[in-house]
């Protein structure tokens, strides 16, 4: 079974530039995360769909960040424009559903983003 | 949000010891628990899950929930050099949603 795709796997870009990050989940997994993991942290929760509606996305800094998942499979975080503090691993992640009931999740690779 | 403790480290072991990690969380309502491995550069890799008051093992992990005292900790028997990693701790709160401690990083020295 594949497991959760991202691309690009590094990009660097200069301050108030825009960037984008795609991931593709495991087949058949309902729900789809995305996580940002600062060096020396544990991810943090930007936010999480449920098939193409979002569940919780709580702590997605709105005015920069946006994320759709338009058919309920592959989806897109752009950051627009960037910030030095925006440097870090965005994480991707996926399980076959959520709620009341623990569904496991699985990371992709990642995307390590610089900032200059 | 809800928080959960994770001792930073470096916790160095010799091969072949028995490592230790511990997280906390602080609430006390959380009903899932879950370890995940970290290589340098790499994601998380999950490698335990525990919902229930106990021990549970799988291969040389064993996972230790007390709802109690809100405490979980993993402890690897038989440690290898390719044990070291960060080990995070996640509680699961409503929806799925993961809170992650900051991690410990172990390494088992040979």
């Known amino acids: 079974e594949a497991g959760v795709a991202q691309s690009p796997r590094y990009k660097i870009i200069e301050k108030r530039q825009s960037v984008a990050f795609w991931c593709n989940p495991i087949?058949?997994?309902?729900?789809l995360y995305w996580y940002q993991q600062i060096l020396g942290q544990g991810p943090k929760l930007l936010i999480q769909f449920q098939n193409n509606g979002v569940v919780d996305d709580s702590q997605l800094p709105k005015d920069r960040f946006s994320a759709e998942r338009l058919k309920g499979v592959d989806s897109t975080l752009k950051i627009q424009p960037a910030k030095l503090e925006d440097s870090a691993v965005y994480l991707c992640?996926?399980?076959?559903?959520?709620?009341?009931?623990?569904?496991?999740?699985?990371f992709g690779p990642g995307t390590r983003l610089t900032v200059t | 949000q809800k928080e959960v403790e994770q001792n930073s480290g470096p916790l160095s072991v010799p091969e072949g010891a028995i490592a230790s990690l511990n997280c906390t969380y602080s609430?006390?309502?959380?009903?899932?628990f879950f370890w995940y491995r970290q290589y340098s550069g790499k994601s998380p890799e999950l490698i335990m899950s525990i919902y229930s008051n106990g021990d549970k093992e799988d291969g040389r992990f064993t996972a230790q929930l007390n709802k109690a005292s809100q405490y979980v900790s993993l402890l690897i028997r038989d440690s290898q050099p390719s044990d070291s990693a960060t080990y995070l701790c996640a509680v699961k709160e409503y929806g799925n949603k993961l809170v992650f401690g900051a991690g410990t990083i172990l390494r088992v020295k040979s």
């Open positions: 992640a996926s399980s076959l559903s959520w709620g009341a009931q623990t569904y496991e999740q699985y």
């Open positions: 087949s058949g997994h309902a729900t």
């Open positions: 609430d006390r309502g959380s009903q899932s």
